[in-house]
């Protein structure tokens, strides 16, 4: 049951750029926000199934266990251990001079959008100290500082709010999901861990952070099956979601 981390960059950027609070009043600045949704699984290959060694041509050991190290971090989700496997192909492809069919710059993005997504300050810091180091592309340095700026205030704000004894601004979401597949689907909530739905099976999330948006991903068993990612923006107080 392992992980294959949010979709393209761009996708990511765009919505994490359009809102940080989770306020349904306010419309007019999200995206479109659809209460029922139906989705179908997305077919990839496991990286651990990639034999570093013979693609790069280079005796390293470390990089017989670099594909299985990469989707351990994945299961985790761990951006900061993501981040040093990137690292560490980065180099193996400037000693070898050649890429293999997974690259560094594949999974520092990788890295990047999970780290951004999680909000950790600590986690965004690391993420991006290896980032700089490796001399990644500009998109996940702006999204990484982006992010950390957004984690900052969200700590100082979450500090004041537990001060001040403020009532809850923002209902828990929930989010039922119906299984309608053979697979085994694990859910990620903004990279953690919630919930296992079996086959023909039915579950349900309750999202109670208070920020925008919720990104929901589902990985199958098989490690070959991607279902989402789904962004919701707490328009509604209750989300379906059905996997066909």
Not at 237 to 242: A, C, E, I, L
Request: hydrophobic residues 35%.
């Amino acid at each position: 049951m392992s992980l294959y981390r949010f979709a393209s960059v761009l996708s990511l950027l765009g919505c994490l750029a359009v809102a940080t609070s989770a306020d349904p009043d306010k419309k007019s600045e999200t995206p479109e926000d659809k209460q029922v949704v139906n989705s179908k699984a997305t077919p990839r290959t496991a990286v651990s199934s990639i034999n570093f060694r013979k693609e790069l041509d280079l005796p390293f050991d470390s990089l017989s266990t670099l594909g299985s190290r990469i989707e351990t971090a994945r299961r985790k989700p761990d951006p900061v251990a993501m981040a040093h496997a990137a690292s560490e192909l980065a180099t193996a492809e400037k000693v070898s001079g050649k890429t293999a069919s997974y690259t560094s710059k594949q999974l520092m993005k990788e890295a990047a959008e999970l780290a951004a997504v999680r909000r950790q300050e600590a986690e965004l810091r690391a993420t991006l100290n290896v980032a700089n180091q490796i001399q990644s592309e500009d998109d996940n340095l702006v999204l990484l500082k982006k992010q950390l700026d957004i984690a900052q205030e969200q700590t100082k704000a979450d500090k004041q709010f537990l001060l001040n004894n403020t009532e809850p601004t923002n209902a828990p979401r929930k989010i039922v999901i119906n299984n309608y597949t053979t697979d085994s689907i694990d859910f990620y909530v903004n990279g953690y861990f919630k919930i296992n739905v079996g086959p023909g099976a039915s579950g349900v999330i309750m999202v109670e952070h208070r920020w925008n948006p919720t990104v929901i991903t589902g990985y199958g068993n098989q490690d070959v099956n991607q279902y989402g990612p789904r962004n919701i923006w707490g328009q509604f107080d209750k989300y379906t979601w059905n996997i066909n």
